[in-house]
């Protein structure tokens, strides 16, 4: 990933609450007939391994479940938020005219050797823990164990589970960090008016 000095964020602390938060990621590798992609919920480890482990689960049908040899280098990209920025916001553009659109967003890639595993004690363990993680929250949250277990058993079946122990990190938080203080501020507002808060809390605006 191209990442100019001024949008890197390298602290781990913050590309795992990204991850976290992101929830899917599209994950790739090369297989025999080439590149292929899966679009998956992860779950994060944070104490596997200097940079985490991410975990999921893919369709057995899935020709990256059926093309994954064990060590094969896979890429985890997870998104954050993300908005058009137009050059009408800056005050730049009032000045010198000399100003174009872009795009802000946050993105993570997580690389590393894919393993694959179907060992129905530890799939039953990883839907378990996917399922906590994004059911903890609800007022009634559904647990594996409300459906029947033979139920349960069946569709373990018809999945193979993979690790990623991440042995590259990187993010890029691009949020307008190149431009002036004004231009930055008129982001922040402009966004804010479009009712994109989440985008326009992470551009660093000067406090006046």
Do not use: C
């Not at 200097?50 to 990209?77: C, D, Q, R, S």
């Not at 795009?103 to 823990?129: C, K, Q």
């Amino acid at each position: 990933m191209y990442v100019p000095p001024a949008f890197r964020e390298d602290r781990i602390e913050i590309l795992h609450d990204a991850i976290r938060q992101a929830g899917l990621a599209t994950l790739v590798s090369l297989g025999a007939d080439g590149l292929v992609a899966s679009h998956v919920p992860m779950l994060l480890d944070a104490e596997a391994g200097p940079n985490g482990t991410l975990y999921g689960h893919l369709a057995k049908a899935n020709p990256h479940a059926a093309g994954g040899v064990a060590g094969t280098e896979a890429l985890a990209i997870f998104q954050g938020p993300d908005a058009y920025i137009t050059p009408s916001w800056y005050e730049t553009k009032r000045q010198t005219g000399k100003v174009v659109p872009t795009w802000n967003y946050v993105a993570i890639h997580a690389s590393g050797p894919l393993e694959m595993f179907d060992d129905a004690d530890r799939l039953l363990d990883l839907v378990t823990r996917l399922t906590v993680r994004h059911e903890g929250g609800r007022a009634a949250p559904w647990a594996v164990s409300d459906a029947p277990p033979d139920f349960v058993r069946a569709h373990l079946k018809g999945i193979v589970g993979f690790a990623l122990p991440i042995a590259r990190l990187e993010g890029k938080w691009k949020m307008s960090q190149n431009r002036p203080a004004a231009d930055r501020a008129g982001v922040a507002e402009g966004l804010g008016a479009e009712g994109r808060d989440d985008v326009a809390a992470l551009v660093p605006v000067e406090p006046g």
